[in-house]
């Protein structure tokens, strides 16, 4: 059975935004083109990421990896260009400047006889599975022109770094500094097989430093109603993704393979516009394990676009944006804190006082409720079902404990994991955060933990949940406080 989606529905997920086309889309495109064409600055340099002025940067706000970020301009003055993090001034230390130091002492890294090879090598030297491959057909993108359902672009993702590539085009690579965020860097084309080099592109920014991203660097997903040409029928609304959506507004403009059981989602069919309605079959699209009728996938290193794949990488998005959000607010005010301690003479002694602290009790809240699932949407048509490849190494890199248990260990049936604590909990992206904010969240998630009712939102933790949380973490995650071992 067909469903119709409305313009209205749901306004506090569903944004009305401008086309990406219209009547003047070749004199904007052209623009776009324009501004490309100037030179950008090598990964390994400090020369501050260029951004598009406002009206190319609406034009161009989807950038790497497909993944849509907001069409409103950028701020002059982003607080992450101001002191203590000077973002674009800033080398950065991530998986991407670690791969451009190698490919400097050794050229032929990435070797291959063909453009796909070359994206496996790739994937390779960034430890990023194949197995982890997603497929987009939406036009939201940069290299849109090259985005059709006939050319979806494929995605991979590992914790540090998210890499795309669609068919003849560039490669992209967004990878994450513990203390800066998301960073973006091309690769073109034209060398992939000829000394490859990897560029910091700064026109990302332009989406992905926006209110859809909380206001940092950071990475982001988008569900849309997209047309036969791949274009998003934005009369239609869209939806910002994370772990907090139903699978109904999950993945329209992406392919999806895999069983959902009697739930529906957006993916794999392209959607009818009529009197600012998308008219879409999701039944057609349902519970499907090959795409082979949609389009070649012998062009890609995999022939899928797992479900489980999805969900993981949308919980992981999300989850990223609340720890770069709060990696950022807290070290402005702590930066602002002492700074005005120093400017006034007075002591700071070990604690924080004032805004600085209602910051960093605010943001170890938030990110107590996002690392915990309190907003998980649940699965309610019988689970999922995906490629057991990608599973497999998904958990390969999991810490488990005497009695198995991991943070990766995967639900599928309600729910997505297992045990309601992210896996995140391990990556620079935590450890990275400013020790008093680190401090405020051990704090509250031991009470949390040892408490026999919690309050709400956490009041869905049940006892013997929060017992197993509390062991796989007293045996795996290194440097708790010492409170947590008496």
């Known amino acids: 059975m067909k469903s119709v989606a409305h313009a209205s529905k749901d306004l506090n997920r569903s944004q009305q935004e401008p086309p990406l086309c219209g009547p003047d889309k070749q004199m904007k495109m052209t623009m776009l083109t324009q501004n490309r064409s100037t030179p950008q600055t090598p990964a390994g340099g400090q020369t501050k990421p260029r951004r598009l002025p406002p009206m190319a940067a609406t034009w161009a706000c989807v950038a790497a990896l497909g993944l849509w970020g907001s069409f409103s301009p950028a701020l002059a003055e982003d607080e992450f260009e101001m002191a203590p993090l000077n973002y674009s001034q800033t080398k950065p230390r991530d998986a991407a400047a670690d791969l451009e130091l190698r490919l400097k002492q050794n050229p032929n890294l990435l070797a291959a006889k063909t453009d796909k090879e070359f994206v496996i090598a790739l994937l390779r030297e960034l430890n990023v599975p194949v197995e982890s491959q997603m497929l987009v057909f939406s036009k939201t993108s940069l290299q849109r022109g090259r985005i059709s359902p006939d050319t979806p ?20 690579i967004m990878s994450f500094d513990p203390q800066l965020g998301a960073t973006f860097y091309l690769v073109p084309k034209a060398h992939f097989h000829d000394r490859p080099v990897l560029v910091r592109d700064g026109e990302c920014l332009s989406c992905h430093a926006g209110s859809r991203t909380r206001g940092v ?5 988008r569900s849309v109603f997209t047309d036969r040409q791949g274009e998003a029928i934005l ?5 910002s993704i994370s772990h907090q959506n139903p699978l109904s507004e999950r993945w329209g403009g992406w392919y ?4 959902h059981g009697s739930e529906r989602h957006m993916g794999n069919m392209t959607a009818v516009e009529k009197a600012g309605n998308a008219i879409l079959d999701r039944e057609a699209g349902a519970n499907l394990l090959n795409l082979d009728r949609f389009f070649q996938t012998s062009d890609y290193p995999r022939p899928g676009s797992d479900i489980v794949a999805l969900m993981v990488f949308e919980h992981q998005v999300g989850l990223q944006q609340r720890l770069l959000q709060a990696n950022q607010s807290a070290r402005i005010a702590i930066h602002r804190y002492e700074s005005l301690m120093r400017e006034l003479k007075e002591p700071m002694g070990d604690r924080l006082a004032g805004s600085a602290l209602s910051v960093v009790r605010h943001q170890a809240e938030k990110l107590l409720e996002e690392m ?24 390969k890199s999991a810490r488990r ?7 990766r260990d995967l639900d599928l049936k309600t729910r997505l994991f297992r045990f309601r604590m992210s896996y995140l909990i391990y990556s620079p ?3 990275g955060l400013p020790t008093p904010l680190r401090d405020r969240f051990w704090e509250r998630l031991w009470a949390l933990l040892n ?13 013997g949940e929060k017992q197993d949380i509390k062991e796989i973490l007293l045996a795996t995650k290194p440097g708790l406080p010492s409170y947590w071992k008496r």
């Open 372 to 395: 915990l699932f309190v907003t998980e949407a649940p699965l309610t048509g019988g689970g999922v079902e995906g490629d057991p490849s990608f599973t497999t190494v998904f958990q």
């Open 401 to 407: 404990d005497s009695q198995g248990r991991s943070l």
């Open 235 to 239: 009369s239609a609304g869209s939806f």
């Open 256 to 259: 999806v393979t895999g069983r």
């Open 217 to 221: 660097p950071a990475p982001l997903v």
């Open 451 to 463: 408490e026999e009712r919690s309050p709400e939102p956490f009041d869905l933790l049940r006892t």
């Open 429 to 431: 992206h935590f450890d």
């Open 153 to 172: 672009r494929a995605i991979y993702f590992n914790e540090q770094s998210y890499v795309g590539w669609v068919p003849g085009g560039e490669a992209e």
